[in-house]
Each structure stands twice: as structure tokens, then as C-alpha cells.
């Protein structure tokens, strides 16, 4: 998303000196960061090998990275830092999302030898995959050529509204009741507690059919923070509002609050594909809802409600679908073709 954001700000290379900031808003060089994550990930897969006696190498595996399929020059970034974690750049490739994505569903079709998405997508039909992950939604438009194992990529489009958007309304809202300064010093302190506030939203969020059972979403308060409210504010804190009420260290968050957390980000997702779809001069057959936010049922119905004459599916694995589509591709590359329209 840090890409996303300088994307946005500076339409110039982005710089290999960029910095980023840590949860503590200190600087630290992105390259960095990124470096390290593909060496932990790297060495995690070959340790894995070798505990099952496996004798597999450095040069025997292709490697592939996946990106947000918004991204254009930063996606070298990507590559730089592969090889600097000592990946052979022979061995690397680098995949827009929604592209292995796209090449993931064909061969799950392709698995089935019946079922009622077994015909969806027909040879030159075109396929709408949105993928909605953490940090983005990405909308590509894909077809299948006539007579060839491929998929073409029509348009890319898409905005920064994935699950992530929801987790910060999540933390507006704490910030609003119990107060900015309060938080703060939840993070500087207590940042493991802190951490966990988060991580138990995460989860709790994907259960959103309490909603339609009028049910509260409950979520575990560290006592950290009810103490740091009552040291900073001179108070207990007050344990009842028409938001939440307060039992013990457990938060009810009410239907219509939780409701509240999706909203935005759910419309802004729903008017970007009506933009697309009012201005396409092609006929989508089937919309493809992947990623892991597609898995919320908040979003799918939403999606399925505004858009029912393009057939929205959301398949099994959802949220695996990069990755598996990813160890596809990586077998059989010739399987995409890139033509980008940026909308």
C-alpha cells in the first residue's frame, strides 16, 4: 500500500532510498523491509524441504512474486529486492494478481467435471475478476482467446478498498470513544495488546452473518487499555453508549456499529465496478469475486445485489486463489497475455 500511496502522490519513478515509517512512525528503508521478508520466506520454504529430507536447491525451484495489478514500475522493486535476497533472476517472475487469479478459476473449471460453474466462462466471453484483498481492489477484465490456452488482459482499474479500510474505521471508532491519546499510548506501551486488538478484529469481521441475526460483535479489551483511559482521564470508563455496552472486559458492538465499519468501502467497491461496467463498450458475462475480503459475505451480496445480470461468483478458496493461481502460471507462463487498458 506504500506503493500504492506514492503511486498516487508522484507519478515519477518511485526512489530506491524511499522510507517508510514502522507502527511507531519511525523511518526505516522500504527496500529493507521487503528484502528481508522474500529472504525470511525464501529460506522458510527450503528449511520446510529439507526437514522432509528433501534435497531440493536454490536451482530448482522458479520463483514467483505477485502484485497488485495497479502497480507498474514499482512492481521492479519487486524483482530488485528478490534478487537481492539471492533468488536467481533467471528463476524469478513476476504476476499481476488478478491474472493468476484468472488462470486459477479456468483450471478450476477445468477440474470439475460437472457443477453448476462448470460453463460460466465460454471461449471469447469476457470474465470481470475483482479481487479484493487487504489493501486494494483490483478490476481486470480478462478473455480467453479463440483456440489458445490463454487469457488476455483487457483493462486494470481499481482503488486502495480492501479489508484494510475496514480495520481503520475499526480504530476510528476506538479512537473516537476512548480518545486519540489514549491509543497512542495503547501503541507505545502495551504495543503487543495493541496488536491483539487488531488481530481479534480481523478474525471477528469475517463473521458478519451475526449482522443478519441482529447479534452484537463482541471483542476482548486489554486491560491494558481501560487502565491507560482511567490514568490518562482521572475516570473509569463509562460502559454504556448506543454503540456499545461494556461487560467486564468484553466490548458489544452493535449490529448497526459493526455495519457501519464496511459501508464505505463496500459503495466505493460497488460505484467503481458500475463506472467500469456503464463504460465498457464490451459485455462482462461473469463477474469473479476472489481475494480474501471477497470471503465476506457483506461484500459478495452487495456485489451480487448491484450486479446480477454479470453472474457474480465467488468459488471455493477464494482467498487462495493468487496463490494457487500463482504456482500455475509459474508452471505454464504462456498461459497469460497482457494487453493493459488502464481505465
Known amino acids: 500500500m506504500i506503493l500504492d500511496q506514492a503511486t498516487e502522490s508522484d507519478q ?3 526512489p530506491r532510498d524511499m522510507e517508510v515509517d514502522d507502527i511507531f512512525g519511525k523511518p526505516i ?10 529472504r525470511y520466506l525464501k529460506q522458510h520454504l527450503l528449511d520446510a524441504l529439507h526437514s522432509r529430507k528433501d534435497e531440493t536447491g536454490m536451482k530448482d525451484v522458479r520463483w514467483v512474486i505477485t502484485v497488485s495489478a495497479l502497480w507498474t514500475d514499482q512492481a521492479k522493486h519487486m524483482r530488485d529486492c528478490a534478487i537481492e535476497a539471492g533468488i536467481l533472476e533467471d528463476a524469478l517472475s513476476l504476476a499481476y494478481e488478478p491474472e493468476v487469479e484468472a488462470v486459477f478459476y479456468k483450471q478450476l473449471l477445468v477440474d470439475r467435471d460437472s457443477g453448476a460453474n462448470s460453463s460460466i466462462v465460454k471461449e471469447s466471453e469476457i470474465l470481470m475478476v475483482v479481487d479484493i484483498g487487504g489493501g486494494t481492489a483490483d478490476v481486470t477484465e480478462h478473455q480467453e482467446e479463440s483456440g489458445k490456452k490463454m487469457m488476455s488482459t483487457l483493462t486494470v482499474s481499481g482503488g486502495p478498498w480492501g479489508g484494510a479500510r475496514v480495520n481503520a474505521a475499526f480504530m476510528s471508532f476506538f479512537k473516537e470513544t ?23 478484529f ?18 476482548k479489551l486489554p486491560v491494558a487499555l481501560l487502565e491507560l483511559y482511567e490514568e490518562i482521564n482521572g475516570k ?19 449490529p448497526f456499529k459493526f455495519d457501519s465499519f464496511f459501508r464505505e468501502t463496500i459503495s466505493n467497491i460497488t460505484e467503481h465496478l458500475k463506472s467500469v461496467l456503464d463504460g465498457d463498450k464490451i459485455s462482462v458475462a461473469t463477474i469473479l469475486m476472489v481475494g480474501g475480503f471477497s470471503e465476506c459475505k457483506l461484500v459478495s451480496d452487495a456485489i451480487k445485489e448491484a450486479f446480477p445480470r454479470q453472474n457474480p461468483v465467488t468459488p471455493e478458496e477464494a482467498g487462495m486463489a493468487v496463490l494457487k493461481g500463482a504456482v500455475l502460471y509459474g508452471q505454464r507462463p504462456e498461459s497469460i497475455a497482457t494487453v493493459y487498458k488502464r481505465q
Do not use: A, P, Q
Open 29 to 38: 528503508s522500504f527496500m529493507y523491509v521487503i528484502v528481508k521478508s522474500i
Open 202 to 219: 480481523e478474525v471477528k469481521k469475517r463473521n458478519t452473518d451475526i449482522l443478519k441475526e441482529g447479534k452484537d460483535l463482541i471483542i
Open 178 to 200: 476512548f480518545g486519540d491519546k489514549v491509543i497512542r499510548r495503547l501503541k507505545k506501551k502495551e504495543t503487543g495488546d495493541y496488536l491483539e486488538l487488531i488481530r481479534e
Open 12 to 14: 515519477n519513478e518511485i
Open 236 to 254: 473509569s470508563f463509562e460502559n454504556s453508549t448506543d454503540c456499545f455496552t461494556l461487560n467486564k472486559d468484553k466490548m458489544h458492538i452493535k
